[in-house]
């Protein structure tokens, strides 16, 4: 469950020259600015504008942005014009951001990993392979000869990726234990470059 909301924080605040609607007192109004921001896992995430409120020192009457006159409107536009937006608000983008850089280059690095893996096969090589749209299998490297990689299918198939797991999980009895089929290693790149074999674990 992902958790959302919006929070507020403190970014300026200032004594006006108004008088309190309420009692009159003149020079009371405590203007404060907040600066709003969304949060997911309370991990403040973007900023989302900003919102003021009043409080009188005499009389204590709060009054909410939407409650403003004209003169505290400009009063908040002036203070908020001076306020800053915290950096910190900006977290969750920069995390999310720093994720998918860290993602491109771990996948970027399996991919160069996999690329040298299928040119040099060897005995025990699991290839995670799919079928179809929604079929995926292993398949096992049983010996190499020159060019050629024998390989040895498993006998169960899954309709999700995550259900290789399990497969792999059975250990060695879950191949089919015949006369394994010899595929051309070039066959094996072209399988790998169409993302045929997906992955390979050594």
């Known amino acids: 469950m992902i958790i959302f909301g919006i929070k507020a924080t403190q970014v300026a605040s200032e004594t006006i020259n108004e008088n309190c609607s309420s009692c009159g007192t003149p020079n009371s109004i405590q203007m404060t600015v907040f600066q709003k921001y969304a949060h997911i896992f309370w991990i403040p995430s973007f900023p989302m504008g900003k919102t ?65 893996l299928i040119l040099t096969p060897q005995k025990g090589d699991i290839y995670e392979v799919k079928l179809d749209r929604r079929q995926y299998t292993l398949y096992k490297v049983e010996k190499v000869s ?8 498993h006998q169960y198939e899954t309709n999700k990726k ?41």
């Open 52 to 116: 003021s409120l009043t409080q009188c020192s005499h009389c204590k009457q709060v009054l909410e942005k939407k409650e403003f006159s004209r003169n505290l409107n400009t009063n908040y536009e002036i203070l908020k014009s001076k306020s800053k937006t915290p950096i910190w608000t900006f977290s969750g983008i920069a995390i999310f951001t720093a994720f998918i850089i860290w993602g491109g280059i771990i996948s970027k690095q399996k991919e160069e990993l996999n690329a040298n």
């Open 146 to 153: 020159g060019d050629t990689v024998f390989i040895l299918f």
């Open 162 to 202: 995550s259900g290789l797991r399990g497969l792999k999980n059975k250990g060695d009895g879950g191949f089919i234990e015949e006369e394994p089929l010899p595929i051309l290693k070039t066959d094996l790149k072209s399988m790998l470059e169409t993302r045929e074999i997906m992955d390979i674990e050594r």
